[in-house]
């Protein structure tokens, strides 16, 4: 499990998913989010938008993510 640390208060799903590498482009992440590819705290999360806090992780094609923050 990669950790991916942030400085704000949360980030959102398609940001975080672009940030950490997992996916090329914004329009990459919408697509798989849409799709229900991407996992968030162990379920299924079709919201793009949705806020992440640290202590959240998130998985999309075997790998995993752990967020933490300041």
């Known amino acids: 499990m990669e950790e991916i640390a942030i400085t704000t208060e949360f980030i959102r799903l398609d940001a975080l998913l672009k940030f950490a590498g997992a996916v090329g482009t914004g329009g990459e992440a919408k697509v798989r989010i849409a ?3 991407v996992s968030v705290n162990g379920a299924v999360c079709t919201q793009r ?3 992440l806090y640290p ?5 999309l094609d075997g790998s995993s ?6």
């Open 35 to 37: 799709g229900g590819e």
């Open 49 to 51: 938008g949705k806020k």
């Open 55 to 59: 202590g959240d992780s998130v998985s």
């Open 65 to 70: 993510y752990h967020i933490t923050g300041p």
